[in-house]
T-cell receptor, first 114, second 115 residues
């Protein structure tokens, strides 16, 4: 059983640029969700994908978008980067339909916007 | 507005001692409440998950309680170890339809266990 893996582990971008972060779900999981965690804060829910469609979204602007692929891997895209987008971005996978299914998190991508 | 508040913000205890972390929430419609442990620089790891009908759940030295009436939860750590030093995050799920859900995270309690 493989865990959740995220790439890259660290990334530095300039304000205004676009970034794509990637996530491979744990085998057997069909749902992926993304979170933004600022330093010293708890994670903030960005959105969740199931069957390649977004089925839940937090309070993030449209420049945060995502994709889920048939193999359940996922991408988080952020356009027009702002300094406040600097954070740890976490991906988590789970098995929808099982209310007691825990979220399995990756170790995140640390994004720095300068 | 859905909110999850945790207390204390940080805590220092001696190895071997017990401690209790608190979580209050205003999330609806409530689906479940989870406690996670997050080591520095790592992703959170699940400790417990409780649904509306569950009052308590244990995972080794970790015991979580849930009072759905008062919308409060606690995480009790028994006989603390140095490896328990981490942030403990309370997460409440609201499910709006069969599959659509939204998670609200607390800001966490930073626990430090010392010799």
């Amino acid at each position: 059983e493989t865990g959740v893996t995220q790439s890259p582990t660290h990334l530095i971008k300039t304000r205004g640029q676009q970034v794509t972060l990637r996530c491979s779900s744990q085998s057997g999981h069909n749902t992926v969700s993304w979170y933004q965690q600022a330093l010293g804060q708890g994670p903030q829910f960005i959105f969740q994908y199931y069957r390649e469609e977004e089925n839940g979204r937090g309070n993030f602007p449209p420049r945060f978008s995502g994709l889920q692929f048939p193999n359940y891997s996922s991408e988080l895209n952020v356009n027009a980067l702002e300094l406040d987008d600097s954070a740890l971005y976490l991906c988590a996978s789970s098995l929808i339909g099982s209310i007691n299914s825990p979220l399995h998190f990756g170790n995140g991508t640390r994004l720095t916007v300068t | 507005k859905n909110q999850v508040e945790q207390s204390p913000q940080s805590l220092i205890i001696l190895e071997g001692k017990n401690c209790t972390l608190q979580c209050n929430y205003t999330v609806s419609p409530f689906s479940n409440l989870r406690w996670y442990k997050q080591d520095t620089g790592r992703g959170p790891v699940s400790l417990t998950i409780m649904t509306f009908s569950e009052n308590t759940k244990s995972n080794g030295r970790y015991t979580a309680t849930l009072d759905a009436d008062t919308k409060q939860s606690s995480l009790h750590i028994t006989a603390s170890q140095l490896s328990d030093s981490a942030s403990y995050i309370c997460v409440v799920t609201a499910t709006y339809t069969g599959t659509a859900s939204k998670l609200t995270f607390g800001t966490g309690t930073r626990l430090q266990v010392t010799l």
